[in-house]
C-alpha cells in the first residue's frame, strides 16, 4: 500500500511570510494527525482529524496556524505569519481509525527553516 | 496531563551489546503504548506495540513489556547490531475519551562495530 505523502520535503521562508505544507493519508485512514518536531525533542501534536472533524486541537497555535481536511481526505497544515520558533519537521500521520491500539503512520515530514 | 519520560541518549554500545531504554509514563485509564523507530534519514515507523496490562510487545528482536503498577514500557534488545542505530520514540495513545497521542523526546541509540 502507498504511505503517506507529504510535500514539500523542505521549504525555506522568511519570518511574517506564509507557508502551507500539504499530506494525503494511507487510503482507507480515517484518522489524520499534524506534528510538530523541533530538533532534539519528539513530535508535539498539533491537529487529530477523524473524517473531516476535528477531535482535539489544544496544543495548536490558532493565531497563525490552521488546519483543515475538507472532504475527509487529505490535509493541509497552513502558517501565517511564521516566525522565527516555527522552524522545525512538520510531520503528517494516518491511522485506520481513532482507536487508541491503532498505530500511527508517519509521512517523512517537511523540514521548515525560517530566516 | 498525559505525559512520557524517556533516558537520555546518546546511548552508545557495541555491537552485540544488551539494550535497555527506559520509558515510564503518566496517563489517565489505560493507555496503549508503543514504540517507533527513526532511521537515520527516514520518517517514523512503528517498532512495536502493547495495549494492555502484562502484554508484551516484540517486533525485530525488540521486546517491551507493559507494567501497570511502574507505569513502565522499557524497550531492551539481547545483542544489537549496527543497523539498529536510530532515534527511538515511546508513545501513548490514552483512553480518557479522544486517543490523543503523546510521545517522549526520544533516545538516540548509537552501534559501533
Known amino acids: 500500500e502507498a504511505g503517506v505523502a507529504q510535500s514539500p520535503r523542505y521549504k525555506i521562508i522568511e519570518k511574517r511570510q506564509s507557508v502551507a505544507f500539504w499530506c494525503n493519508p494511507i487510503s482507507g485512514h480515517a484518522t489524520l494527525y499534524w506534528y510538530q518536531q523541533i530538533l532534539g525533542q519528539g513530535p508535539k501534536l498539533l491537529i487529530q482529524f477523524q473524517n473531516n472533524g476535528v477531535v482535539d486541537d489544544s496544543q495548536l497555535p490558532k493565531d497563525r496556524f490552521s488546519a483543515e481536511r475538507l472532504k475527509g481526505v487529505d490535509s493541509t497544515l497552513k502558517i501565517q505569519p511564521a516566525k522565527l520558533e516555527d522552524s522545525a519537521v512538520y510531520l503528517c500521520a494516518s491511522s485506520l481509525s481513532g482507536a487508541g491500539n491503532q498505530p500511527q503512520h508517519f509521512g517523512d515530514g517537511t523540514r521548515l527553516s525560517i530566516l | 496531563g498525559d505525559s512520557v519520560t524517556q533516558m537520555e541518549g546518546p546511548v552508545t554500545l557495541s555491537e552485540e551489546a544488551f539494550l535497555t531504554i527506559n520509558c515510564t509514563y503518566t496517563a489517565t485509564g489505560y493507555p496503549s503504548l508503543f514504540w517507533y523507530v527513526q532511521y537515520p534519514g527516514e520518517g517514523l515507523q512503528l517498532l512495536l506495540k502493547a495495549t494492555k496490562a502484562d502484554d508484551k510487545g516484540s517486533n525485530k528482536g525488540f521486546e517491551a513489556t507493559y507494567r501497570k503498577e511502574t507505569t513502565s514500557f522499557h524497550l531492551e534488545k539481547g545483542s544489537v547490531q549496527v543497523s539498529d542505530s536510530a532515534v527511538y520514540f515511546c508513545?501513548?495513545?490514552?483512553?480518557?475519551?479522544?486517543?490523543?497521542?503523546?510521545f517522549g523526546r526520544g533516545t538516540s541509540l548509537i552501534v559501533h562495530p
Open positions: 508513545a501513548l495513545s490514552a483512553s480518557g475519551g479522544s486517543y490523543i497521542p503523546t
